[in-house]
């Protein structure tokens, strides 16, 4: 009841920038966090980015893209973002984003998965 559709990938020359947007709809009571994951080929699925969704929320991020990602939220639009600055050829991957939804006060919260959108960082 609950679906995230992704947008913004696509190819982009080495140090390059894109912007990833994902927007939950359905049956959303709050979100408590919403992320992104991203799979290369013949690589395990990393953990790109996390923040809480409200304002207080802190973000975190893999190593390898501290200073040229940033994750941000937006609560009222149940929508996170990825802008990816200083894109290089290692961030080429399937970007999947997912959101920690309760779709009730007391309910319990459950993960819900983007589609992915596929980024190509080439010459």
């Known amino acids: 009841q609950v679906q995230l559709v992704e947008s913004g990938g696509g190819l982009v020359q080495p140090g390059g920038s894109l912007r990833l947007s994902c927007a939950a709809s359905?049956?959303?009571?709050?979100?408590?966090?919403m992320g992104w994951y991203r799979q290369a080929p013949g690589k395990q699925r990393e953990l790109v980015a996390v923040?809480?969704?409200?304002?207080?929320?802190?973000?975190s991020y893999v190593s390898s893209v501290k200073g040229r990602f940033t994750i941000t939220g937006d609560n009222a639009k149940n929508t996170v973002y990825l802008q990816m600055n200083s894109l290089t050829p290692e961030d080429t991957a399937v970007y999947y984003c997912?959101?920690?939804?309760?779709?009730?006060?007391?309910?319990?919260?459950?993960?819900?998965w983007g589609q992915g959108t596929p980024v190509t960082v080439s010459p």
């Open positions: 359905g049956s959303i009571f709050s979100i408590n966090v």
């Open positions: 997912y959101a920690d939804v309760r779709s009730s006060q007391l309910g319990p919260f459950n993960r819900y």
């Open positions: 923040t809480g969704i409200t304002s207080g929320g802190s973000p």
